[in-house]
């Protein structure tokens, strides 16, 4: 009698324990899952990354160019503004004595 029941409560312990594993099985499968869509996940991110990094190079580029363009026309600007002031009084001077004549 004792053996049999020291058969049975070794046959439930194998019972629970091969449920057990089938669990942890199952639950391995999910597990493996998850790491291919989260390896997938990772490589969509770095292909994003190297495409902002890219755009990023890019971008400075054609700021530098923007930059450089934009002080070339400020300095062509204030070139002319310099000479028109230069200009200005020899044209109030010419502008004056025609009023002066034509008030004479």
Same mark, same amino acid.
């Given at each position: 009698?004792? %053996? %049999?029941?020291?058969? /049975? #409560?070794?046959?439930?312990?194998? #019972?629970?324990?091969?449920?057990?594993?089938?669990?942890?099985?199952?639950?391995?499968?999910? #597990? +493996?899952? %998850?790491?291919?869509? %989260?390896? /997938?996940?990772?490589? &969509?991110?770095?292909?994003?990354?190297?495409?902002?990094?890219?755009?990023? +190079?890019?971008?400075?580029?054609?700021?530098?160019? @923007? =930059?450089?363009?934009? $002080?070339?026309?400020?300095?062509? $600007? &204030? +070139?002319? @503004?310099?000479? =028109? &002031?230069?200009? *200005?009084?020899?044209?109030?001077?010419?502008?004056?004595?025609? +009023? *002066? *004549?034509?008030?004479?």
């Amino acid at each position: 009698m004792t %053996y %049999y029941l020291g058969e /049975a #409560v070794l046959f439930v312990a194998l #019972v629970l324990t091969t449920l057990q594993a089938l669990r942890m099985r199952r639950e391995l499968r999910q #597990v +493996r899952a %998850y790491q291919t869509e %989260y390896h /997938a996940a990772l490589g &969509k991110t770095e292909a994003a990354l190297g495409a902002i990094q890219q755009t990023i +190079r890019e971008l400075q580029t054609n700021g530098r160019e @923007v =930059i450089e363009e934009l $002080g070339q026309r400020i300095d062509a $600007g &204030k +070139r002319l @503004v310099d000479e =028109i &002031k230069a200009s *200005r009084p020899a044209a109030d001077a010419a502008q004056a004595q025609s +009023r *002066r *004549r034509r008030a004479a």
